[in-house]
């Protein structure tokens, strides 16, 4: 098993560019996260999935949305990047008592 | 919303001694409380976890306390090592149905182990 796989490792984006982080599990788990992690701060959750066509807001959703066709894959979209969106994205999916995460992207918007 | 506050920020010991990381976290509902242990450059990782209806546990040098009256809980490492040098993160969430990922984390400690 690959666990949860997360690409791209690296992006520079451009203020008003747009981008979209991809994560996919290979672990059946019908739970899904996006977290952000700024400069020596903890996680903070940006969307959730319990299930393939179901999503819902965390606690800093503005400037993402997220979509889940399939139980695989939960990718995240940042349509107008802002400064404020530099920050190393976690993608994590949960098996009741663990959270598994990605290796992290890291977003630097210039 | 839940809010948890994790103290202290950096944490420097010698090899050999123990460590000690306490959080306190603000909604009584919560009754899940993992411990993270983040490398260099590297994903969070699960080190430890206690619920709510168990007052510690212990997994070789690393143990959790949780004291559900006052709302905290600390992380106990015992026999220091170079290799626990790390960022360790505490988190509360309510372990019930889709909520184990729902989790809200401390801002963190930087411990260092001297050699």
């Known amino acids: 098993n690959a666990g949860v796989t997360q690409t791209p490792k690296f992006r520079i984006l451009k203020i008003g560019q747009s981008m979209t982080l991809q994560c996919t599990q290979d672990?059946?788990?019908?739970?899904m996260y996006w977290y952000r992690q700024d400069p020596g701060m903890g996680l903070k959750l940006i969307y959730y999935?319990?299930?393939?066509?179901?999503?819902d807001k965390g606690e800093v959703p503005n400037g993402y949305n997220v979509s889940r066709s399939t139980t695989e894959d939960f990718p995240l979209r940042l349509e107008l990047a802002a400064p404020s969106q530099t920050s190393v994205y976690f993608c994590?999916?949960?098996?009741?008592?663990?959270?598994?995460f990605g290796s992290g992207t890291q977003l630097s918007v210039l | 919303g839940e809010n948890v506050e994790q103290h202290p920020s950096t944490l420097s010991v010698q090899e050999g001694d123990s460590a000690v990381i306490k959080c306190t976290y603000s909604?009584?509902?919560?009754?899940?409380f993992p411990w993270y242990k983040q490398e260099l450059g590297k994903r969070p990782q699960l080190i430890i976890d206690?619920?709510?209806?168990?007052g510690e546990k212990k997994d070789q040098r690393i143990a959790v306390t949780l004291n559900k009256t006052a709302k905290h809980f600390s992380l106990h490492i015992t026999e220091t090592q170079p290799e626990d040098s790390a960022v360790y993160f505490c988190a509360a969430g309510n372990a019930g149905g889709t909520s184990y990922g729902k989790l809200t984390f401390g801002q963190g400690t930087i411990l260092t182990v001297h050699p």
């Open positions: 672990m059946n788990h019908n739970y």
């Open positions: 206690i619920r709510s209806n168990v």
């Open positions: 999935s319990v299930g393939a066509g179901i999503t």
């Open positions: 994590a999916s949960s098996y009741p008592g663990k959270l598994f």
């Open positions: 909604d009584s509902a919560s009754n899940y």
